[in-house]
């Protein structure tokens, strides 16, 4: 099911969906604040200025500098049929915050290997 934006509008429209479900049944509703995605600003700082300078830093093009920094700090792991599967997020997934935090952990990084942002 495709998520639903709740305004003040449409509040009255869910409030009679929640009235006419048929209660002899078992239903499920969630409702979660929404963070907002990472910012096109944010994109274009990470890949027109971070990963072009700390790629020519590191002597690495602005994909591997990407795929490395993903591997590093967007890392995870589940477990699937007793297997032990590594899963990257996709930094379009990350919302302003963590897109934020992402970065600076780069820098952070970057700048242990020598790179001063220059």
Known sequence: MKPWNLTRQ???????????LDFNKRWKVVVYEESEKRSNEQNERLWGYL???IGNYLGLTQR????????????????INDEV??????????SVKE??????????WAGQQGWSGE
């Open 10 to 20: 449409n509040l009255p429209f869910l409030i009679e969906k929640i009235n006419n």
């Open 99 to 108: 897109f934020t935090d992402y970065m600076e952990k780069i820098e952070m």
């Open 64 to 79: 591997e500098v990407h795929n490395m920094c993903k591997y590093q700090f967007l890392r995870s792991e589940m477990v």
């Open 51 to 53: 990963y072009p300078s």
């Open 85 to 94: 599967i590594t899963v990257l997020k996709s930094t379009t997934k990350l």
